[in-house]
């Protein structure tokens, strides 16, 4: 019984700590990928569709792990890449305190760090 036991809390140890990995590598990805596009979005007119439909992939595996709050706070960001693109474009000079105003992964961010402190341990 004991073995038995233990073998159990192993297992889902390692359930637990394989879902924390894989959502840190999803929340890693959609961060870089966001970032890009954002920076892109400030001084492009044309946006980039495929690595959005990256990024809106990214979004839809979100949907499948993911609490709401997360996903809520991820299409935000991406429709805000969006209007972002469909802006006009900011100078360097404009960047330093367009940036100190808007941080467009905050959010996303913050949602993420609450759900990996919400998920059991065991």
């Known amino acids: 019984m004991t073995g038995?036991?233990?073998r159990?809390?192993?297992v889902r140890e390692r359930?637990?700590?394989h879902a924390v990995a894989k959502r840190e590598k999803l929340y890693r990805s959609f961060?870089?990928?966001a970032s890009r596009l954002y920076?892109?979005?400030l001084t492009c007119d044309k946006s980039e569709i495929p690595a959005l439909v990256n990024l809106y992939a990214l979004i839809g595996r979100m949907r499948i792990l993911s609490?709401?709050?997360v996903v809520h706070a991820a299409e935000r960001a991406g429709r805000l890449i969006i209007e972002t693109y469909l802006a006009p474009n900011t100078s360097f000079v404009d960047l330093?305190?367009?940036m100190e105003e808007m941080d467009p992964l905050r959010e996303f961010g913050e949602a993420c760090r609450r759900e990996?402190?919400?998920i059991p341990s065991r």
């Open 4 to 6: 038995w036991v233990t």
């Open 8 to 10: 159990r809390r192993r």
């Open 15 to 17: 359930h637990h700590a």
């Open 31 to 33: 961060v870089e990928e």
């Open 39 to 41: 920076a892109d979005a």
């Open 67 to 69: 609490d709401d709050e």
């Open 96 to 98: 330093p305190g367009f």
């Open 116 to 118: 990996m402190h919400a």
